[in-house]
């Protein structure tokens, strides 16, 4: 909170545009996507894992919907439901191969990634789709008063997830898993259970981030969603979630992601290219692990 706190200072300090409402309202529709993607990644963390396909998840789940509803005629409702069940499906499929089959998180997370990437291309033939219809517009465009629907979700998301680690007992055995897999296995706690809800979880919440998504930009492409793991992998880290598991609080995760939407659209603001933007991240995400090993290094 002080980090946003200070850049917010200095951006305004650099750019008189920075500190209004209507900037404001952009950082946070674009982060509400980024946080509730960034939070099955931080769920990941957690546990001592991390999911290489969450952003190309979102975008399968997204070309998938935009097809159902606009080339089948489905109904948007049902669209949404068979959406989710997808996104949670590969969630439980990275899940299955990570616990059950002893695939590394890296391996089967990232097969996942190129079969999503690559059945996205196909089906859209590496078209976007504009104009999403209506019934879900609300999703991504509605408003409470001056507040955007989805902020109002990703808070409301966040507060409840963060209630279910503060208050649970699915909570406390999450950290212990984290914490020492070996040892919460001998606890009692069926750990392979625990991993793979945290990947089908994860799953989940990158169909909803990309229904959320598409719905706030009218539209679907094969690049929604880009990059949207590591980002997940950042926000979580600057919330004070551990690389080694067992660690924070989910709540800090959109923190994390606030501040790290924050940074660019500073950066946007102020003229620094955007290809320069992409190199800045690689050096946020690099720092953010670096001083993270360091930290745990220490404590060790």
Not at 45 to 61: C, K
Not at 148 to 163: D, G, N, S, T
Not at 198 to 208: C, I, M, N, R
Not at 270 to 297: E, M, W, Y
Request: glycine share 12%; charged share 10%; net charge positive.
């Amino acid at each position: 909170m002080v980090g946003i706190i200070l850049l917010s200072i200095v951006f305004t300090i650099c750019s008189p545009y920075f500190f209004t409402w209507d900037n404001w309202k952009n950082i946070l529709l674009q982060t509400s996507t980024v946080a509730i993607v960034a939070m099955g990644q931080a769920l990941c963390l957690l546990t001592g894992n991390f999911d290489l396909s969450l952003g190309r998840i979102v975008a399968l789940v997204s070309c998938v919907g935009a097809i159902l509803m606009k080339s089948v005629g489905l109904n948007p409702l049902l669209a949404v439901i068979l959406m989710l069940l997808l996104g949670l499906g590969l969630g439980v499929w990275n899940g299955i191969m990570t616990a059950y089959v002893g695939l590394p998180a890296f391996i089967a997370t990232l097969g996942t990634q190129y079969i999503c990437y690559g059945v996205a291309k196909l089906i859209t033939n590496a078209t976007p789709i504009p104009k999403m219809p209506e019934e879900i517009g609300w999703l991504g465009r509605g408003y409470i008063g001056p507040v955007p629907i989805c902020v109002i979700l990703m808070v409301v998301l966040y507060i409840v997830a963060q209630f279910i680690m503060d208050r649970t007992k699915l909570g406390r055995n999450l950290y212990a898993v984290g914490g020492s897999s070996e040892a919460a296995f001998f606890s009692g706690i069926n750990v392979k259970k625990y991993v793979t809800g945290t990947f089908a979880v994860g799953g989940l919440l990158a169909a909803f981030g990309g229904i959320v998504l598409m719905s706030r930009l009218n539209s679907v492409a094969i690049s929604n969603g880009q990059n949207y793991e590591f980002d997940g992998v950042i926000a979580s880290i600057i919330g004070g979630i551990s690389l080694a598991g067992g660690k924070g609080r989910i709540i800090g995760t959109m923190f994390g992601s606030i501040f790290l939407i924050t940074l660019f659209n500073g950066f946007s603001q102020i003229g620094v290219d955007p290809f320069v933007q992409d190199v800045l991240k690689g050096c946020v995400l690099v720092i953010a692990i670096t001083l993270d090993v360091l930290s745990n290094k220490k404590k060790a």
